[in-house]
């Protein structure tokens, strides 16, 4: 008892540790028990003793993780599930209901790992599952137990009990940094700048159709993947130009940078286009660490722009010339910033 309350505790503690956290969580799954056997004997107007008819108890449900696209993140799934008990056996031989499966909906890509951190499952495309936790079988009735010898048995048995078993639930991130930004802003220029990735780089909307990732090498043989990813427009979560598909991928990005073209008229507006587009995909996506580059500041009007673009956001805002290597180390030095606070934050 005293065992279980410590147990109880740690697991509280972690549960508030990760709510922060939409892309891990840690939970337990119970599978439900099986229903037990029932001991009857039938008793008929014309036949006193016809014999045994305790029916079988049903099987418990199963707890199963099924992987849903239109699921975003763990923030939905419950710390504790468990799933219903089977019914119990009935007189007349009627065998007890089985429980339903309780299959919660996690996003795809998601892996999961047992209590030992081991990866037990990858539920990598849509509608693949995983057995968390298996319902007990329900028991036998007294009918089963019938023989030549005992034509009159009074046993029966108990329902199994469920797996009761912990995981931790993590979406599988693509890359540590996502670069978000309307088409032309510099993405692809900017990996190319800061990796030995070589994504296509025009001037025209829509180079990059898919996402690159570029590694960023550190001198401390540190690594952190940055992903270029698809340009966004206006109601990009309507599934305009690339849109849902894009956002798809921002959200498996572990930081935000948002890539803002300082050449452009009013640049903050399209720095409000993007916030907005991502919260409609998601609420939780502005909750990730967040960061603004000023690109192509070597451009007229640049200096201005940027200017103006500090005070419309209280996110920290950097300038950059992706195409003449401007400002570059900075970038890096934030980025790294990032990186190490979501590190140790176990992100
Ligand atoms: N002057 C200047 N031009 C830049 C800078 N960065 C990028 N460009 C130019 O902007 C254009 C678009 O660059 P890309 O890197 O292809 O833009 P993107 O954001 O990847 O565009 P999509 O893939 O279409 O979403 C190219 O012609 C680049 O040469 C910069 O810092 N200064
Ligand atoms: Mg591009």
Not at 133 to 148: E, L, P, Q, S, Y
Not at 165 to 188: C, D, Q, R
Not at 246 to 267: G, M, N, Q, V, W
């Amino acid at each position: 008892m005293f065992l279980n309350r410590i147990r109880a505790a740690t697991f509280a503690e972690q549960e508030t540790k990760v709510y922060k956290n939409s892309n891990l969580k840690t939970l337990r799954a119970t599978g439900g028990c099986g229903g037990n056997g029932c001991i009857s004997f039938l008793s008929l107007w014309s036949n006193e003793f016809a014999g045994p008819d305790g029916g079988d108890g049903g099987n418990g449900g199963h707890v199963i993780f099924k992987a849903n696209s239109a699921t975003k993140d763990l923030i939905n799934v419950p710390p504790i599930i468990r799933a219903e008990d089977g019914e119990k056996g009935q007189n007349k031989d009627c065998n007890g209901k089985n429980a339903p499966h309780c299959i919660v909906d996690v996003p795809v890509g998601t892996v999961v790992k047992n209590a030992n951190g081991v990866v037990v499952g990858d539920l990598s495309s849509e509608g693949i599952m995983f057995v968390a936790a298996r319902g007990g079988a329900g028991g036998k009735g007294n009918h089963f137990f019938v023989t030549d010898t005992e034509q009159a048995p009074k046993i029966c048995e108990y329902g199994a009990e469920g797996e009761d078993l912990e995981y931790t639930l993590e979406i599988k991130s693509m890359a540590h940094v996502g670069l978000i930004g309307f088409p032309n802003a510099g993405k692809s220029t900017l990996l190319s700048a800061v990796s030995r990735a070589r994504p296509k780089i025009a001037p025209y909307p829509f180079t990059t159709l898919k996402p690159h990732i570029g590694m960023v090498q550190y001198d401390d043989y540190e690594q952190i993947a940055v992903a270029d990813l698809p340009g966004l427009i206006p109601e990009s979560h309507k599934n305009r130009g690339l849109g849902i598909q894009f956002l798809k991928h921002a959200e498996r990005c572990t930081a935000l940078l948002y890539i803002i073209d300082l050449s452009l008229d009013k640049p903050w507006q399209y720095l409000h286009t993007l916030q907005y587009e991502l919260s409609q995909f998601s609420k939780h996506l502005l909750e990730r660490p967040q960061l603004v580059i000023a690109n192509k500041i070597d451009l007229p009007e640049a200096e201005k722009n940027l200017e103006l673009l500090k005070q419309e956001t209280d996110l920290k805002v950097i300038p950059v010339s992706a195409k003449l290597g401007t400002n570059i180390t900075q970038l890096l030095q934030e980025i790294r910033v990032i990186y190490d606070q979501n590190k140790t934050d176990d992100l």
